[in-house]
């Protein structure tokens, strides 16, 4: 089973699409255990799907993510660059909903962040003009 989510910003939100042993789709939402959004993506990433919700653990992929960042941009001519990490992600037990109550799983997840920033003070803080977010990963799934 394959999980694909994109997004166009940094932001807690985007669209999601599973297919494999399960074909749905929806929005994906970084949320603390209490289900607050989580703007740092520490927590848990909430697959809102049309069948029903489940919740992935992606605990410290936020830190992972400003680590590489460190060193960002790979190319201060362009100001541009990508960051990449890696996450396993477990599926949080009970918190299934619809089709998806009682799973269980992983997905292997990467997630990859593709930026322009604005040319000048080209560093870790300068603003982007233009970002794409891509979460994928094969995951294997039961109930």
Request: with cysteine; proline share 5%; glycine share 14%.
């Given at each position: 089973?394959?999980l694909?989510?994109?997004?166009?910003?940094?932001?807690?939100?985007?669209?999601?699409?599973?297919?494999?042993?399960?074909?749905?789709?929806?929005?994906?939402v970084?949320?603390h255990?209490?289900?607050?959004?989580?703007?740092?993506?520490?927590?848990?990433?909430?697959?809102?799907l049309s069948?029903g919700?489940?919740?992935?653990?992606?605990?410290g992929?936020?830190?992972?993510?400003a680590?590489?960042?460190?060193?960002?941009?790979?190319?201060?001519?362009?100001?541009?660059?990508?960051?990449?990490?890696?996450?396993?992600?477990?599926?949080?037990?009970?918190?299934?909903t619809?089709?998806?109550?009682?799973?269980?799983?992983?997905f292997?997840?990467?997630?990859?962040?593709?930026?322009?920033?604005?040319?000048?003070?080209?560093?870790?803080?300068?603003?982007f003009?233009?970002?794409?977010?891509?979460?994928?990963?094969?995951?294997?799934?039961?109930?």
């Amino acid at each position: 089973m394959t999980l694909i989510a994109y997004s166009t910003t940094d932001g807690p939100t985007s669209r999601v699409i599973l297919t494999g042993a399960i074909g749905d789709y929806g929005t994906a939402v970084s949320v603390h255990p209490d289900g607050s959004t989580d703007p740092d993506h520490n927590g848990q990433l909430e697959l809102r799907l049309s069948k029903g919700t489940f919740r992935l653990d992606i605990s410290g992929l936020g830190s992972r993510l400003a680590q590489q960042f460190q060193s960002f941009p790979a190319n201060r001519v362009s100001c541009s660059g990508e960051v990449t990490a890696h996450q396993n992600a477990p599926i949080v037990g009970g918190d299934g909903t619809g089709a998806y109550t009682n799973l269980t799983g992983s997905f292997q997840l990467v997630v990859r962040i593709n930026e322009v920033d604005k040319a000048g003070n080209c560093g870790p803080s300068s603003p982007f003009l233009a970002q794409a977010v891509v979460i994928s990963g094969d995951g294997t799934v039961s109930r």
